[in-house]
């Protein structure tokens, strides 16, 4: 219940606002006064009932009807004489419109552990119920929903899994050229994809885009084992005449233990990613376990299942079609000329040497010319829209300026957007009258297909349009990638006062910094997330001059309270619910700093004594919120990179930028500071996974020289991805961080199997040099089908459309350039690096 006073009215009548609440109080009241006949009673009590005095006012018409005032002459005033009596909000401070209509908002978050798909769509069925019940004209809808992007990526996500299976099955059908040896690698498929949901139900995992991601990386990994031991069965059944059980059985004596070498490499390779800390190490978690999960199963079924399906399904002496004959001549040719080249590598292994230092310069170059990020920003069909007018402007202007956005994304964006929610009072600085935000729900992605209608697209349109406005500050930007770190897909940091020199230092300290920002070209829109420095009027009250004139200082802060501030009286019920009920000045009789004088307190000889009387304003300037950061005051600011720039280099110029101001320090939050956490950590976690590569071989293989063979493939598959990544303008991000852990692993793969068989052939007498060459043809093949299988895998990737293609298409375009770069190297260098690193620790123990 809203009283509305007038000044002039409180004057005529000799009231003051306290009168007023004090009628308030007394006539809107409800006192339990006992019970007749309550115990002890009396003999022969026949009446026992509660008793009850004065009652809670419930209508307008109640309200307006109460009696501030009375004489003997039995004349009153009523309220409705000195103030307008409705009923209104509670709170004014602001309130939303969608596409131009009033809206409530509700908002429900995420507890922790729960899924959000689940409740989503439990929220949905109950608000769905309700619906029925809401008065005509009215309807829910949902602008800001977060859960629409994670299904349609794991739609995506999903689809692009299947595409991988079938690519994969093709690819080798192609090498296998038979029906037969090809269902028993697609047989491990299900065998291990479902096997990989159960340990992930086990470990409290769920199958989101994460772990579906990191499935669709496992396709082509998880075949491999199975076609190696397939095409080496099937050699031994073609070369030595062999039954398909009797082959299966050669065969597992032969590969068993490149099989393991290989699992044990991935593994060393992942296992690392997952005792990683903070929003990164969630990240990295879900793809390791899965992957390793997925390798752990591959290669069970590999050395228990596949031989024994290759023992039931294949059939000696098939003969291949014609396509199958011309493809293998093909093979045979390629494998000549290949063993050629190896043998003169060979012969000139300094001149190798040259050429692989050469190479791993070059890539170093490549890579440190990579932009660096933490994760890429992705279409979630949600825009955000911060409004800042000066700090003096009242909420008309921000309806204005608000009208406007709203106008220009339902006309000018009207294929692509659909609802336009618009928050007045309020943005992520805080609340004032001169702040709006608004959120822009797009249409499906599957109507907003093309580049230009994505939801970048659209930002950089809209930012466009907006930068003409003078009148306010609008910035549009994507939401946060990581739920809940940021609210904004920007730059976010606090500036410190580290010696304590006050707000005004701090504040000097931000305009300078905010000038010189402009000679960046990295970063963009460099502002406070607060306003902290709204102008303010400053009421004195001459004590003297009030004391003088008989007045209380306590009434003169109470008038004052309830005419510009309001003042909560009590409580009041309504269609059964209890609400309050507040007084406060009529919006014409607070509306410029001269309304003050209208104002009256009423003094000790009953006279109503005008503010001008005894007070006077005046402008000043003070902080409306100090904060602290890490103990220290400081400003909460935020940035945009700029189009055509990396956060990480963004981050540097903020850096460098800040560092100039003497006294001020820099501390970085939210995505930002997850950011330069991963950047320190990446480095480390390659290390570690090397590392791991090295001391498992070691163990294997009780050889130093044959795990130093391998370990020279990593920079081999690193560079191709780094390539890739470098042509097609993508950052070292988390998606190529794990690309390259992923790349690692399959350069290593490949040198295992090219290794692991030179050593055999070493055991049984050959030299090193025959070793090699006999190891690079013998695994020319089962290389290719493994390779180009993975590389099958992940092509759905890297053409990826709708919801969360970015992060596929990263990934994708990374791993299938260290695949190509990597599968060729491997095979071209690892033959000489197996003969001269055997030779050297042959002559090393010898001496």
């Given at each position: 219940?809203?009283i509305w006073?007038?000044?002039d009215?409180?004057?005529?009548?000799?009231?003051?606002?306290s009168d007023v609440a004090?009628?308030i109080?007394?006539?809107n009241t409800q006192v339990?006064a006992?019970?007749?006949?309550d115990?002890?009673v009396?003999?022969?009590?026949?009446?026992n009932?509660?008793v009850t005095a004065?009652?809670?006012?419930?209508?307008v018409?109640?309200?307006?009807?109460?009696?501030?005032k009375?004489?003997?002459?039995a004349?009153?005033v009523y309220?409705?004489?000195?103030?307008r009596v409705?009923?209104?909000?509670e709170?004014y401070?602001?309130?939303?419109?969608?596409n131009g209509?009033?809206?409530?908002?509700?908002?429900i978050?995420l507890?922790s552990?729960?899924?959000?798909i689940?409740?989503?769509k439990?929220?949905h069925q109950t608000?769905?119920q309700?619906t029925t019940?809401?008065?005509?004209?009215?309807?829910?809808v949902?602008p800001?929903?977060?859960?629409?992007?994670?299904?349609e990526?794991i739609?995506?996500?999903?689809k692009t899994?299947?595409e991988?299976?079938?690519l994969?099955?093709?690819?080798?059908?192609?090498?296998?050229?038979?029906?037969?040896?090809?269902?028993?690698?697609?047989?491990?498929v299900?065998?291990v994809?479902l096997?990989?949901?159960a340990?992930?139900?086990?470990l409290g995992?769920?199958?989101?885009?994460?772990?579906?991601?990191?499935l669709?990386?496992?396709i082509g990994?998880l075949?491999?084992d199975?076609i190696v031991?397939?095409?080496n069965?099937e050699?031994?059944?073609h070369?030595?005449?062999?039954?398909p059980?009797?082959a299966a059985?050669e065969?597992?004596?032969e590969?068993?233990?490149?099989?393991?070498g290989?699992?044990?490499v991935?593994t060393?390779?992942?296992?690392?990613m997952s005792?990683?800390?903070?929003?990164?190490?969630v990240?990295?978690?879900?793809?390791?376990i899965?992957?390793?999960?997925?390798?752990?199963l591959?290669?069970?079924v590999?050395?228990?299942?596949?031989p024994?399906?290759?023992?039931?399904?294949?059939?000696?002496?098939?003969q291949?079609?014609?396509?199958a004959?011309?493809f293998n001549?093909k093979?045979e040719?390629?494998?000549?000329?290949?063993?050629k080249?190896?043998?003169?590598?060979?012969?000139?292994?300094k001149?190798?040497?040259?050429?692989?230092?050469?190479?791993?310069a070059v890539?170093?170059l490549f890579?440190?010319?990579?932009?660096?990020?933490?994760i890429?920003?992705?279409d979630?069909?949600i825009?955000?829209v911060?409004i800042k007018?000066?700090d003096?402007?009242?909420i008309?202007?921000?309806?204005?300026?608000?009208e406007?956005?709203?106008q220009?994304?339902?006309?000018?964006?009207d294929?692509?957007v659909?609802?336009?929610?618009?928050r007045?009072?309020?943005n992520?600085?805080?609340?004032?009258?001169?702040?709006a935000q608004?959120?822009?729900?797009?249409?499906?992605w599957?109507v907003r297909?093309?580049?230009e209608?994505?939801?970048?697209?659209i930002q950089?349109r809209?930012?466009?349009?907006?930068?003409?406005?003078?009148?306010?500050?609008?910035?549009?930007?994507?939401?946060?990638s990581?739920?809940?770190?940021?609210?904004?897909?920007?730059?976010?940091l606090?500036i410190q006062?580290?010696?304590?020199?006050?707000?005004?230092?701090?504040?000097?300290a931000?305009?300078q910094?905010?000038?010189?920002?402009?000679?960046?070209s990295?970063?963009?829109?460099?502002?406070?997330q607060?306003t902290n420095?709204?102008a303010?009027l400053?009421?004195k009250?001459?004590?003297?001059?009030a004391?003088?004139n008989?007045?209380q200082?306590?009434a003169?802060?109470?008038t004052l309270s309830?005419?510009w501030?309001?003042t909560?009286?009590n409580?009041f019920i309504?269609?059964g619910r209890i609400k309050r009920v507040m007084?406060?000045?009529?919006?014409?009789?607070r509306s410029?700093?001269?309304d003050?004088y209208?104002w009256?307190?009423?003094?000790?000889?009953?006279?109503?004594?005008?503010?001008?009387?005894f007070?006077n304003f005046?402008?000043?300037?003070a902080?409306?919120?100090v904060?602290?950061?890490?103990g220290?005051s400081?400003l909460?600011l935020?940035?945009?990179?700029?189009?055509?720039?990396?956060?990480?280099?963004a981050?540097?110029?903020v850096?460098?930028?800040?560092?100039?101001?003497?006294?001020i320090?820099l501390?970085w939050?939210g995505?930002?500071?997850?950011?330069?956490?991963?950047t320190?950590?990446?480095?480390?976690?390659?290390l570690?996974?090397?590392g791991?590569?090295f001391?498992?071989?070691?163990?294997?293989?009780?050889?130093?020289s044959i795990?130093?063979a391998?370990m020279t493939?990593i920079?081999?598959?690193?560079?191709?991805s780094v390539?890739?990544?470098?042509?097609?303008?993508l950052?070292?991000?988390?998606?190529?961080q794990?690309a390259l852990?992923t790349?690692i692993?399959?350069?290593?793969?490949n040198a295992i199997l090219?290794?692991?068989?030179?050593?055999?052939?070493?055991?049984?007498g050959k030299n090193?040099?025959q070793?090699a060459?006999?190891?690079?043809s013998?695994?020319?093949r089962?290389?290719l089908?493994?390779?180009?299988?993975?590389?099958?895998g992940?092509?759905?990737?890297?053409?990826?459309?709708?919801?969360?293609a970015?992060?596929?298409?990263?990934?994708?375009?990374s791993?299938?350039?260290g695949v190509?770069f990597?599968t060729?190297?491997?095979?071209?260098?690892?033959p000489?690096?197996?003969?001269?690193?055997?030779?050297?620790f042959?002559?090393k123990?010898?001496?």
């Amino acid at each position: 219940m809203r009283i509305w006073l007038n000044p002039d009215k409180l004057k005529q009548y000799n009231l003051m606002p306290s009168d007023v609440a004090n009628a308030i109080t007394a006539q809107n009241t409800q006192v339990a006064a006992g019970a007749i006949g309550d115990l002890p009673v009396i003999d022969g009590q026949y009446l026992n009932t509660k008793v009850t005095a004065g009652s809670r006012l419930k209508t307008v018409e109640d309200f307006k009807n109460i009696v501030v005032k009375s004489n003997k002459t039995a004349s009153y005033v009523y309220l409705k004489d000195i103030a307008r009596v409705e009923l209104g909000a509670e709170n004014y401070q602001s309130f939303n419109t969608i596409n131009g209509y009033p809206a409530a908002g509700l908002g429900i978050s995420l507890s922790s552990g729960a899924n959000a798909i689940q409740t989503s769509k439990l929220i949905h069925q109950t608000l769905d119920q309700l619906t029925t019940k809401l008065p005509a004209g009215y309807k829910i809808v949902y602008p800001r929903d977060n859960t629409p992007f994670v299904q349609e990526s794991i739609k995506e996500v999903v689809k692009t899994l299947v595409e991988a299976i079938i690519l994969v099955i093709l690819v080798m059908f192609l090498f296998l050229q038979s029906w037969r040896a090809t269902l028993i690698p697609s047989i491990t498929v299900p065998v291990v994809i479902l096997g990989t949901f159960a340990v992930l139900y086990v470990l409290g995992f769920s199958i989101n885009t994460l772990t579906l991601f990191a499935l669709v990386l496992a396709i082509g990994l998880l075949v491999d084992d199975a076609i190696v031991v397939v095409e080496n069965v099937e050699r031994l059944m073609h070369e030595q005449h062999l039954s398909p059980k009797e082959a299966a059985i050669e065969s597992m004596g032969e590969i068993s233990g490149a099989l393991v070498g290989i699992t044990l490499v991935l593994t060393a390779v992942f296992i690392p990613m997952s005792f990683l800390g903070g929003s990164i190490g969630v990240i990295y978690r879900q793809f390791s376990i899965t992957l390793v999960a997925a390798m752990a199963l591959s290669l069970i079924v590999a050395l228990i299942l596949t031989p024994a399906l290759c023992a039931l399904i294949l059939k000696p002496n098939l003969q291949p079609q014609r396509w199958a004959v011309w493809f293998n001549q093909k093979i045979e040719q390629l494998k000549n000329q290949y063993i050629k080249l190896v043998q003169t590598s060979i012969h000139y292994s300094k001149s190798v040497i040259v050429i692989f230092v050469a190479l791993i310069a070059v890539f170093t170059l490549f890579y440190n010319g990579l932009k660096s990020g933490f994760i890429p920003k992705e279409d979630q069909g949600i825009l955000s829209v911060q409004i800042k007018l000066v700090d003096s402007a009242p909420i008309s202007q921000s309806q204005k300026i608000g009208e406007q956005v709203r106008q220009y994304f339902l006309t000018q964006e009207d294929k692509n957007v659909d609802l336009v929610l618009i928050r007045y009072g309020r943005n992520y600085s805080g609340t004032g009258q001169n702040l709006a935000q608004g959120f822009i729900a797009l249409k499906p992605w599957d109507v907003r297909t093309g580049k230009e209608n994505s939801a970048e697209a659209i930002q950089k349109r809209a930012m466009k349009y907006f930068s003409h406005f003078n009148n306010a500050q609008i910035n549009v930007t994507l939401p946060a990638s990581v739920n809940g770190l940021g609210q904004t897909d920007g730059l976010d940091l606090w500036i410190q006062d580290l010696n304590g020199q006050g707000q005004d230092f701090l504040d000097s300290a931000f305009r300078q910094l905010q000038a010189q920002s402009k000679n960046y070209s990295t970063f963009e829109n460099f502002d406070k997330q607060s306003t902290n420095s709204k102008a303010n009027l400053n009421i004195k009250i001459d004590q003297k001059q009030a004391l003088a004139n008989g007045l209380q200082l306590s009434a003169i802060n109470n008038t004052l309270s309830s005419a510009w501030g309001g003042t909560y009286v009590n409580d009041f019920i309504d269609r059964g619910r209890i609400k309050r009920v507040m007084i406060q000045g009529d919006a014409e009789f607070r509306s410029k700093p001269e309304d003050l004088y209208n104002w009256s307190v009423r003094n000790d000889q009953n006279e109503m004594v005008p503010f001008s009387s005894f007070a006077n304003f005046s402008w000043g300037g003070a902080p409306e919120i100090v904060k602290r950061y890490m103990g220290y005051s400081a400003l909460q600011l935020q940035a945009d990179v700029a189009s055509g720039s990396s956060s990480g280099q963004a981050m540097k110029d903020v850096e460098q930028l800040v560092n100039q101001q003497k006294d001020i320090g820099l501390a970085w939050t939210g995505l930002s500071f997850e950011e330069q956490k991963s950047t320190n950590q990446a480095v480390w976690l390659y290390l570690i996974s090397a590392g791991f590569i090295f001391l498992c071989l070691a163990a294997l293989y009780e050889s130093l020289s044959i795990p130093a063979a391998v370990m020279t493939s990593i920079p081999l598959g690193v560079g191709g991805s780094v390539i890739f990544s470098y042509i097609f303008g993508l950052p070292n991000d988390v998606y190529f961080q794990i690309a390259l852990l992923t790349t690692i692993g399959l350069s290593c793969k490949n040198a295992i199997l090219i290794v692991e068989f030179a050593a055999l052939a070493q055991e049984k007498g050959k030299n090193a040099i025959q070793a090699a060459l006999e190891g690079a043809s013998l695994r020319l093949r089962p290389i290719l089908m493994t390779s180009l299988a993975f590389g099958a895998g992940v092509i759905p990737l890297v053409f990826a459309q709708g919801a969360g293609a970015v992060s596929r298409q990263e990934i994708g375009i990374s791993i299938l350039g260290g695949v190509m770069f990597g599968t060729v190297l491997v095979l071209f260098f690892i033959p000489v690096m197996y003969v001269l690193l055997r030779s050297l620790f042959r002559s090393k123990a010898s001496t």
